[in-house]
């Protein structure tokens, strides 16, 4: 089982790669805001662990399984950063949340989360009933509005599917 620490570790080296095609301890420092000789320390562990291959003053790969944990990691963060801007949440905000909140989750809840994203984003339009969330987060009303062919929504006016 890895720690939040291993996991953000692997994440910014998967991301460091992915940008720029290698990882150096600077790069890592630099994107975690930590000291150099902190990232060496994590870089001799992740190392023994069997994440990493590392060589002193020179760049650092993930293995197979490293990168997995890595990618494993970044897709949860993305779900969890799409879930909470679907919510109304501002995207820095929801990106720092997700930071914290990937660490955590249950298999089972980033299932359910990953489904309800795909399913919002394979829609054309928003759901009236994601505006009618914002706008009860916002005034605190609620609004009955049921769909059907008679009845037209009060907070856009335009008829419901």
């Not at 928003?126 to 769909?147: D, M, Q, S, V």
């Amino acid at each position: 089982m890895t720690t939040e620490r291993t996991e953000d570790y692997l994440k910014v080296i998967e991301k460091i790669i992915e940008r720029k095609g290698y990882a150096q301890v600077k790069d890592v420092s630099r994107e975690l805001e930590l000291s150099s000789p902190s990232v060496t320390g994590m870089f001799k562990k992740l190392t023994k662990m069997g994440y990493i291959n590392y060589e002193k003053y020179g760049g650092v790969t993930l293995t197979p399984e490293g990168e997995r944990i890595a990618k494993c990691t970044m897709e949860k963060h993305s779900v969890i950063r799409d879930f909470l801007q679907i919510l109304g949440l501002d995207e820095e905000i929801a990106d720092h949340d997700a930071c914290k909140i990937e660490h955590v989750l249950a298999p089972e809840t980033f299932d359910i989360l990953t489904k309800f994203v795909e399913f919002i984003n394979m829609r054309e339009e928003e759901p009236y009933w994601l505006e009618h969330f914002a706008h009860y987060h916002e005034t605190g009303e609620y609004i009955n509005c049921k769909p059907s062919a008679k009845d037209t929504c009060p907070i856009h006016g335009k008829r419901k599917e």
